[in-house]
């Protein structure tokens, strides 16, 4: 009973930004994004009758408090589904995303804890039953179970069993590339699940946030089909700039850039003036992702590094789904 796999963290195009319920996690809105081959998670799940409680290791560290809380709750779900639910296991992840190129383990970290624990436990799930069972414990890493680009439906039931992510485009699709780039190191004030609470509670902005999304999806999914990148890059930078606009009319307001922040933005729109295609993305934190081709990467990385306050850039190709190792 012990299974091992291989999930990478994903950037959203079309951001998840807000819950219509909490606790099953099911969102107000499709999201839309694009996996990452540069940063990923290994999980090995091993059930063992002689367990009495679960163990879980992070890099060989040894975890307690509230990661081991949401992974153990997670394992409770699958425990559940298999109808075993006195079956305790010894998880054991290996992290290959940094917290300091900015992006959120947790995308490749449940997506991870899903694939494998749910083969350990003999569940035998679909692509599509694995994203729903993903998706419940962080939204995010529903669309980690697809690579290339992957969109998560909404869905309209109250159960969530029409809530999980779809594959749009495999990762040999197009070729587009991210650089995460790196600012220095702050913890952020406003976690991204208390920050899009307040946001759908309080923000004067958030009915305009929603009424956008169509549109945006529409014109994503035309310029991916078509790798058009100009589209494609448009109306990520745009649909991200709609979201983080949502926290400056919440109440308390609140926002995540930081003045590299905006450095970053506006070298990422020098850098289109001077004829480089490149356009931004920003989650709930201060990093910027900037999209480009791969014939433009050696003259998007210089003019990256060089901003002041830029400690790290950090390259990555569309990635795969989930693996079994
Ligand atoms: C996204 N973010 O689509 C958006 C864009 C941040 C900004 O998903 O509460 O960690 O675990 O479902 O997935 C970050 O939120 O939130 C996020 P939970 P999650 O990638």
Redesign the pocket.
């Known amino acids: 009973m012990k299974a091992t796999a291989k999930a990478h963290t994903n950037i ?1 195009l079309i ?3 807000g819950k219509r319920e909490e606790k099953i ?1 099911l969102p107000t809105n499709n ?1 839309l ?1 694009l996996t990452l081959d540069g940063f990923y998670t290994t999980t090995t799940v091993d059930f063992q009758e002689e367990l009495s409680a679960d163990i879980f290791t992070l890099n060989d560290q040894s975890i307690s408090g509230v990661q081991y809380d949401q992974v153990t709750k997670f394992l409770d779900l699958i425990r559940k589904s298999a109808g075993k639910d006195n079956l305790f296991a010894h998880v054991k992840s290996i992290n290959e995303v940094p917290t300091a190129a900015g992006f ?1 383990s ?2 490749s970290g449940f997506a991870a804890l899903a694939a494998a624990g749910s083969k350990a436990i003999g569940l035998g799930l679909s692509d599509q039953e694995l994203s729903r069972l993903t998706r419940q414990g ?4 529903c669309r980690s179970v697809y690579g290339g680009f992957a969109e998560w439906e909404m869905g309209k039931k109250a159960d969530g069993s029409d809530s999980y992510a779809v594959p749009i485009a495999p990762a040999d699709h197009w070729d587009v590339r991210v650089a995460a780039v790196v600012l220095t190191a702050k913890m952020k004030k406003v976690s ?2 208390e920050g ?1 609470k307040r946001t759908v509670d309080t923000s004067a902005f958030y009915s305009g946030w929603l009424d956008g999304i169509p549109q945006d999806l529409k014109q994503l999914k035309e310029g991916i089909k078509h790798r058009d990148f100009e589209k494609v890059g448009q109306t990520a930078e745009a649909n991200c700039l709609k ?1 983080h606009a949502t926290t400056l009319g919440a109440n308390p307001p609140f926002t995540y850039w930081l003045d590299t922040t905006m450095a970053v933005m506006q070298t990422v729109q020098a850098m289109r003036a001077n004829g480089i295609l490149a356009y931004f993305t920003i ?2 934190g201060p990093n910027v992702k900037v999209l480009y081709l791969p014939e433009n990467e050696k003259s998007v990385e210089k003019t990256l590094r060089d901003i002041p306050g830029v400690t790290d850039v950090r390259l990555s190709k569309p990635g795969q789904g989930i693996t079994y190792l």
């Open positions: 959203a951001k998840y930004w996690i999201s994004s959120a947790s995308a962080s939204g995010s890493a991204s699940r899009m979201m989650d709930a």
